[in-house]
T-cell receptor, first 114, second 114 residues
Framework: QKEVEQNSGPLSVPEGAIASLNCTYS??????FFWYRQYSGKSPELIMS????GDKEDGRFTAQLNKASQYVSLLIRDSQPSDSATYLC??????????????FGRGTQLTVWP | EADIYQTPRYLVIGTGKKITLECSQT?????MYWYQQDPGMELHLIHY???????EKGDLSSESTVSRIRTEHFPLTLESARPSHTSQYLC?????????????FGPGTRLTVT
């Protein structure tokens, strides 16, 4: 079982719509969760981090965490063509010798069409 | 946000050559990481370091070595490049003791071994 699972998509939404990206993780003891955006040919860019159950909002982005269900999501409101990218979910796992490392999902490719 | 630099950005080299990929960061982060990423695939951790003179292997046996003689510098060396090493190599860093361990990535090195 992979540590982090994402629906690889692709996800396609019209401009102005809400894009919903989902991620599940396997280690129930995980405490820190991150969303990265990666444009084609570029390196990942951190856009959101969340540590407590519930919602965290930053501009058009909202991260949602449900530790009981081991589920984290990212909502992008008023989607823009510039949001078209691959979104990576990452989970921090503290376990034995791997203290503090991140496990990444394969990413969900999002396309926002005008 | 960390300032993290990688050189070279692109490298085409022949089989059997020795390669060193450079990574430097100016934020004083104690933790540094090397990831390998093929197109459309997840990031794989190949080496990490929690401080000077501390290095550990990650998940991927890439036949590479790293060193951490200075906090800001974390070079990756391939003793004998092979076509299977063709990939994107990403360096990242995070703050030791940071509650959230947010990792910031450099721009990457795209390596092609012919």
């Amino acid at each position: 079982q992979k540590e982090v699972e994402q629906n690889s998509g692709p996800l396609s939404v019209p401009e102005g719509a809400i894009a919903s990206l989902n991620c599940t993780y396997s280690d129930r003891g995980s405490q820190s969760f991150f969303w990265y955006r990666q444009y084609s040919g570029k390196s990942p860019e951190l856009i959101m981090s969340i540590y407590s159950n519930g919602d965290k909002e930053d501009g058009r982005f909202t991260a949602q965490l449900n530790k009981a269900s081991q589920y984290v999501s990212l909502l992008i409101r008023d989607s823009q063509p510039s949001d078209s990218a691959t979104y990576l979910c990452a989970v921090k796992v503290d376990r034995g010798s791997t203290l503090g490392r991140l496990y990444f999902g394969r990413g969900t490719q999002l396309t926002v069409w005008p | 946000e960390a300032d993290i630099y990688q050189t070279p950005r692109y490298l085409v080299i022949g089989t059997g050559k020795k390669i060193t990929l450079e990574c430097s960061q100016t934020m004083g982060h104690d933790k540094m990481y090397w990831y390998q990423q093929d197109p459309g695939m997840e990031l794989h951790l190949i080496h990490y370091s929690y401080g000077v003179n501390s290095t550990e292997k990650g998940d991927l046996s890439s036949e590479s070595t790293v060193s951490r003689i200075r906090t800001e510098h974390f070079p990756l060396t391939l003793e004998s490049a092979r076509p299977s090493h063709t990939s994107q190599y990403l360096c990242a860093s995070s703050e030791q003791g940071g509650a959230y361990d947010e990792q910031y990535f450099g721009p990457g090195t795209r390596l092609t071994v012919t």
